[in-house]
């Protein structure tokens, strides 16, 4: 079949020699559709979407005029070509007004009807793909609007987070700066204080490890401003469980809940941003040391490497979870904790980073035991491969 063998032609003519003769002209070429009245026409054109229409002006009952206002109503692309007798050319203008794409004369010229066919169906064609062409654009258009508003949005929340961050900077600087006075001072008055002073400057080197992890999160935060929402570098993660031993405690305490670290993680390497990793595995913790109740509550945080990757596996005996809350977890501001306790964001933050580092969260809770969050981590075989792939 040729290509042109699948463009149609409806004729709706209520003489049945015109018809004919259209429908033997062109049935070589074209797929050809006649009706006998409007009613049946407008039938054919919403069944079989002709490329063309070829209509007769003066019909009984519904007129060619009336036909080409309800065809309209249906398809405003479709060529229609309206067919006329001699002295009709008022009522043949008033069609063009109305939508119609052109007139001819009965009787019709055979080339000239040939002619007006190829060159209106093809019309027909050009046009519905301009359609379709113009609906992508306007849907590529609108999607682009959506995304420049999505971006102008994060581009400002990026700026009120830098600035922030900055304004925190410096009363944090002038915390750092006492702690470390501080700290000198008590080197200089532990001889004569001794016992006293039991337990002081483990206190103060939590404060100051605090400060600093504050002050990294700032610089981190106003980084962000600038869009660099991650700088990767190989990072030991024995390093980032000490941090979390330490950050953890003063929590810990306050809940009188006790910790045990298992690590195992010596020499691994991942790629990752520290204080990113430290925020995320931090929240966990933080969540199992709320979860449970002393004095048999307690949280277990390990370390294992297995094949290319690294657990951090965090296990308490609390209150577990239910399907509902299990459900809604990492829904920002979804929290069950008492006001001022919990923002519900913690877990949001938690996704995030783990999987910006490629890894994943896994999350077993039976309500009454307790949960095991564990953290997986691709690990980076070697340092300057974690270098290049951070590159
Ligand atoms: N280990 C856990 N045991 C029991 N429930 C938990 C545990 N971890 C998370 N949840 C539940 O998931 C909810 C959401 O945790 P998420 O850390 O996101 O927020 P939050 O702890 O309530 O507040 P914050 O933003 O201060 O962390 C918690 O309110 C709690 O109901
Ligand atoms: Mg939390």
Not at 125 to 139: A, I
Request: proline fraction near 4%; glycine fraction near 8%; aromatic fraction near 4%.
């Amino acid at each position: 079949m040729s290509e042109e063998a699948a463009h149609k032609v409806l004729v709706i003519d209520d003489e049945l020699g015109p018809r004919e003769s259209i429908r033997f002209l062109l049935k070589g070429t074209y797929e050809v559709f006649c009706a006998d009245s409007v009613d049946q026409g407008v039938a054919m054109l919403r069944e079989q979407h002709p490329d063309l229409v070829i209509m007769d002006i003066r019909m009984p009952r519904k007129s060619g005029i009336e036909g080409l206002r309800e065809i309209r109503e249906h398809d405003k692309v479709v060529s229609v070509v309206m067919l006329t007798g001699y002295g009709a050319l008022e009522t043949a203008q008033e069609a063009l007004r109305l939508g119609a794409t052109d007139y001819l004369s009965k009787p019709f010229d055979t080339t000239e009807m040939l002619a007006a066919v190829k060159r209106y169906v093809d019309r027909t064609r050009h046009e519905r793909r301009r359609t379709e062409m113009m609906k992508d654009l306007q849907e590529i258009n609108s999607r682009l609007v959506d995304d420049l508003a999505s971006k102008e949005q994060q581009a400002s929340m990026a700026q009120s987070t830098a600035e922030i961050a900055h304004d925190m900077r410096n009363p944090l600087m002038i915390v750092s700066g006492y702690v470390e006075l501080l700290t000198n001072q008590l080197e200089s008055v532990k001889g004569e204080l001794g016992d006293q002073l039991e337990g002081t400057d483990d206190y103060l080197e939590v404060i100051g490890q605090n400060v600093r992890r504050c002050c990294d999160l700032s610089h981190m935060w106003q980084k962000y401003g600038r869009a660099k929402l991650n700088e990767f570098c190989p990072t030991t993660l024995t390093d980032v469980i000490e941090d979390i031993v330490v950050g953890a405690a003063p929590l810990a305490a306050s809940e009188n809940v006790s910790i045990n670290y298992d690590m195992q993680p010596d020499g691994a390497v991942i790629n990752g941003n520290k204080p990113q990793l430290l925020r995320a595995i931090h929240n966990v913790v933080a969540n199992a040391i709320q979860a449970v109740s002393p004095p048999e509550g307690g949280v277990q945080v390990s370390c294992r490497c297995g094949e290319g990757r690294v657990d951090i596996v965090v296990r308490d005996n609390g209150s577990g979870m239910t399907p509902e809350v299990l459900n809604h977890i990492f829904e920002p501001y979804y929290t069950t904790k008492e006001e001022g306790k919990g923002t519900g964001l913690g877990m949001v933050i938690t996704k995030r980073i783990i999987e910006e580092h490629q890894g994943e969260l896994l999350i077993d809770s039976t309500p009454g035991e307790g949960t095991t969050v564990t953290i997986r981590l691709p690990l980076a075989t070697t340092a300057s491969e974690a270098v290049s792939s951070a590159a």
